[in-house]
């Protein structure tokens, strides 16, 4: 960990220390230890209230932010302070930016083009075919794909973006003690070779309501360019658009049927002209100025798994076995007949889904691909 991390740990655990006193004590002073070596008649000179002055310089949890930050290490998790080399640029020209970010993984996050993909929780099967294949046809290198690792159209664009090898990184509406949903463990666990996990909020923090629209303003500020799939018209993805709209980023809306709720979020986007609508990718290279590499769209041909038989480990021809017995069966029924933890049998789940297998249904359900949704006999 960086010297002054404790330090700027610290600086964000004084309550009423935000986004704005932080950019003020930056103004005075060279880094967070600064600060808090500073005495009260000093720290008067910044203009910030006597109360704060107080908490600055009685601050006394050293010992517990210590053994937090053992723990971030042993995670793996890195800070990054907003006054810090590797703080994301894009975010430097946010008002409201986090003045502390915890990173897990290898991506880029001051990549050449920044994408989000955001949507509904529950999407239909047009929102999940519409998700991979605007991903599939962003394959090109210096592109990072961005969202929340919810539900959902979430979940469909990172799985999306490993399975055609484009870094994908995930906003967290928590902190590295936790992974909101639980069911997407897997996923995130796949994510951090060449992608990673990105919160504003400490290690033993869990996800609340109120973090999330948080979260949902770091991806608005550190997109150039947000693609809403499927929203309702009071769906949360709108909060990211109004975010991004504010911070004057490029939002494209894919439409849809005018009598699916799903899409009626996008449709009204799209009939304000809060959005652009989204057909292709070409479409979007051309709005957003970019110059697709040539021949470098996303194809089967690319990916690792395929060709050839794939390899299975026994858990996933266990899985397998199970899928060709009862189709459609839901997460928690496999989970009551294979003897596999809830976070290994999302990873196989997935690695099944990755390479073709296994096709995820509505409700947290999974069938093999190709074959029809019958139902289970649960």
Known sequence: MEKDALYQLALTRIPGIGAAHTKILLRHFDGAKSVFQ?????????????????????????????????????????????????????????PDAPP??????????????MVAVIGTRMPSEYGRQTTEQIIRH????????????AYGIDACAHKAALK?????????????????????????????????????????????????????????????????????????SL????????????????????????????????SQGKADV?????????????RWPAKQTGTQAQLPFSSGTPSLTAPEKAVMKLLTENS???????????SLSS??????????ELQGLVTPLPGRRYQLTGTSDTGSDA
């Not at 053992?70 to 975010?91: D, H, M, N, T, W």
């Not at 906003?171 to 070779?193: C, R, T």
């Not at 809306?253 to 005018?258: D, E, F, Q």
């Not at 976070?343 to 099944?352: C, E, Q, Y």
């Open 38 to 94: 500073a005495n009260e008649t000093v720290l008067q000179k910044t203009g910030i209230k006597p109360a704060l002055i107080h908490a600055i310089t009685h601050f006394s949890n050293w010992g517990r932010l210590e053994k937090e930050l053992l723990q971030l290490e042993k995670k793996a998790v890195r800070l990054l302070f907003i006054s810090s080399p590797g703080y994301p640029r894009r975010l430097l020209t946010i």
């Open 100 to 113: 502390l970010l915890f990173y897990k993984g290898n991506a880029n996050l001051d990549a050449e083009k």
């Open 138 to 149: 962003l394959t090109q290198p210096g592109l990072v794909i961005l969202s929340g690792l």
């Open 164 to 236: 055609y090898n484009i870094p994908t990184v995930a906003l967290l509406g928590h902190g590295f003690g936790h992974i909101y949903p639980q069911e997407n463990l897997g996923l995130a666990k796949s994510m951090l070779q060449d992608g990673g996990l990105l919160t504003s909020y400490g290690l033993h923090e869990g996800p609340t309501g109120f973090h999330f629209p948080a979260r949902n303003k770091i991806v608005a500020g550190l997109c150039d360019a947000l693609i809403v799939v499927e929203t309702a018209r009071k769906g949360g």
């Open 239 to 270: 909060s990211t658009v109004d975010s991004a709209a504010g911070y004057g980023k490029k939002i494209f809306a894919v439409p849809g049927r005018l009598t699916d709720n799903r899409s009626s979020g996008c449709n009204w986007l799209l």
């Open 278 to 290: 989204l057909i292709s990718s070409d479409q979007l290279q051309s709005a957003m100025g970019w």
């Open 328 to 338: 459609g069966l839901s997460f928690d029924e496999l989970l009551t007949r294979i």
């Open 343 to 352: 976070p290994d049998l999302s990873m196989h789940l997935l690695n099944l």
